[in-house]
């Protein structure tokens, strides 16, 4: 009985599935981000949690409803109790200028709208290719920081300044 409990243990099966899904996060009747997933499961207990095991697409939005950036990867967990989502799994970040981040893990904090990670990061910009180990950013990707940086440098900026 207690191998039965064990594997029917709501902990471990989820207590909800549903496909195609898409959740809209609104503050003061204000659109801040839609969430979309092919697949969803979700799972109580002590830390209850949500699963896109089948990807995920994230729209991140400004006051005026206009798409800011946007978050997809092949895997994320979204714990309710801290209102935390892991990314994982070709994490691809794009912002309204083009700029794109690349990484395996992200993780964005719904409370404080940031998103950031430790793990290895590649930003590409119209004139530069970054990379890094650790970054952190607000969600929409407008203004980051990364760590332990190594890149290309645009060399037209480079050049109009030697010399000065």
């Known amino acids: ?52 095991s089948q990807g995920v697409h994230v729209r991140f939005f400004n006051s005026l409803g206009d798409v800011e950036s946007e978050l997809s990867s092949n895997y994320a967990v979204s714990y309710e109790n801290t209102d935390i989502m892991e990314a994982k799994e070709d994490v691809v970040v794009v912002n309204k200028k083009g700029e794109t981040l690349n990484t395996e893990h ?24 970054i990379f890094g180990h650790g970054f952190e950013s607000n969600q929409d990707f407008s203004k980051y920081r990364i760590k332990k940086i190594k890149g290309t440098i645009d060399l037209k900026d480079a050049e109009s300044t030697e010399g000065s």
């Open 1 to 52: 009985m207690e191998e039965v409990n064990e594997i029917t243990s709501e902990e471990i099966l989820p207590v909800e599935v549903a496909d195609d899904i898409r959740i809209i996060y609104s503050d003061s009747a204000i659109l801040k981000v839609i969430l979309e997933a092919n697949h969803l499961e979700r799972f109580i207990g002590e830390n209850p949690y949500i699963e896109m």
């Open 106 to 129: 992200l993780i964005w904090e719904e409370k404080t709208e940031k998103i950031h990670t430790d793990e290895f990061v590649k930003i590409t910009t119209e004139d530069e290719v």
